[in-house]
């Protein structure tokens, strides 16, 4: 069975940090894994993805042109995690994140804009003044 859990959301001030993490049923080493955000009244959007572990990476990644210099995808394979690391966090940032997979091995289903499979139960971001 496939399951993906975030944890690491909270609220924090403008300018503020937070460590997302995704922990998963299977190993994640071998799998595209992306993290998602949805804010009331928005659509949900990608942030980010990091494509399956290769001989000389941890996995390409991507990023949402609004988060690209704040945010930074990785992986924690002590314990078969993926953590998005959000600095500089901003009033456009509160949302519930996901983290999602298509249980593929490149990014594509993010970079193509297409609904992933899998997806996790979400975790809340709050950001304040």
């Known amino acids: 069975q496939v399951q993906l859990v975030e944890s690491g959301g909270g609220s924090v001030q403008t300018g503020g940090s937070l460590r997302l993490s995704c922990a998963a049923s299977?190993?994640?080493?071998?799998?595209?894994i992306a993290w998602f955000r949805q804010a009331p009244g928005k659509e949900r959007e990608g942030v980010s993805c990091?494509?399956?572990?290769?001989?000389?990476?941890?996995?390409?990644?991507y990023y949402a042109d609004s988060v690209k210099g704040r945010f930074t995808i990785t992986r924690d394979n002590r314990d078969n995690t993926v953590v998005l690391q959000m600095n500089n966090l901003t009033p456009e940032d509160p949302a519930v994140y996901y983290c999602?997979?298509?249980?593929?091995?490149?990014?594509?289903?993010?970079?193509?804009?297409?609904?992933?499979?899998?997806w996790g139960q979400g975790t809340q971001v709050t950001v304040s003044s």
């Open positions: 999602a997979t298509d249980l593929n091995t490149e990014c594509t289903f993010y970079t193509s804009n297409t609904h992933p499979t899998y």
């Open positions: 299977f190993t994640l080493d071998y799998y595209a």
């Open positions: 990091i494509s399956m572990i290769d001989s000389v990476s941890d996995g390409s990644t």
